[in-house]
C-alpha cells in the first residue's frame, strides 16, 4: 500500500473514531436535569407542565370494570396531567419508580403521556413493588433521550415516609386499583 493511501486510511480511521466519541447515549444521572416537586405541585418541562395528581396502591388493577391483574407485592397506580403549552408535541414517554436504591419499573405498557400542541393529557401509569421497601417512593417521568441532548426528568416524591408506609401498605391490602383511560382535553 502507497503511503500516500495509508495516510488516506489513517485519516479516514480518526476521522470516524472523532466523530463517534461525539456522540453519547445519556444514561447518566450527571447528564441530566432534575426538576423534583410532589404531589400536586405543577412542574416546568420543555414547553409543558406535568404535575403528579394523584397515588393509589392496591394488589390487583382493573380496567373498565374488570379485573385484569393481581400480584403478591403491591402496585403503585400514578396519575399524570401534562399540558403542553409548545408548538411540538410532548412525548414524556418514559417513566420509572424509585426507593432508596430500589428502581422499579412500569407495569404493562403505558409509560407516560404524549401529548399535542395546545392540550392536556391525563395519564395512569402503574408500577408493580415490594411492599416492604416503599419509604420515600419518588416517580421519575421523562422524553428518552437516545443520542446527546441534555435530559429533563421530571422526579415528584410521593409523599410515602417511614411514618406513613405502614398506613400506605395497609390501604393497599386487598384493593383493586382502578386504572382509567387517558384523557385528553384542550388547553383552557
Not at 432534575?34 to 404531589?39: E, F, N, P
Not at 383493586?176 to 388547553?187: C, H, L, M, N, P
Request: proline share 3%.
Amino acid at each position: 500500500m502507497s503511503p500516500h493511501r495509508l495516510t488516506s486510511l489513517a485519516l479516514a480511521v480518526a476521522c470516524v473514531a472523532a466523530s463517534t466519541a461525539g456522540v453519547r447515549f445519556t444514561d447518566r444521572e450527571h447528564d441530566m436535569e432534575i426538576i423534583r416537586g410532589r404531589v400536586g405541585q405543577s412542574l416546568h418541562v420543555r414547553g409543558g407542565e406535568v404535575e403528579v395528581t394523584d397515588v393509589r396502591f392496591g394488589t390487583a388493577l382493573a380496567e373498565r370494570g374488570e379485573v385484569t391483574d393481581h400480584t403478591n407485592g403491591m402496585f403503585v397506580v400514578v396519575t399524570f396531567q401534562v399540558s403542553n403549552t409548545s408548538n411540538e408535541d410532548l412525548r414524556l414517554t418514559e417513566s420509572k419508580l424509585l426507593s432508596h436504591d430500589l428502581t422499579y419499573s412500569r407495569f404493562g405498557i403505558s409509560g407516560g403521556p404524549s401529548v399535542a400542541p395546545g392540550f392536556r393529557t391525563s395519564s395512569d401509569v402503574a408500577y408493580e413493588v415490594d411492599p416492604r421497601r416503599i419509604t420515600d417512593l419518588t416517580v421519575d417521568l421523562y422524553q428518552p433521550e437516545l443520542i446527546g441532548g441534555y435530559a429533563q426528568h421530571i422526579r415528584v416524591g410521593l409523599g410515602v415516609t417511614a411514618a406513613t408506609a405502614d398506613r400506605w401498605r395497609a390501604s393497599g391490602q386487598g384493593t383493586v386499583v382502578e386504572i382509567a383511560e387517558d384523557s385528553r382535553r384542550g388547553i383552557e
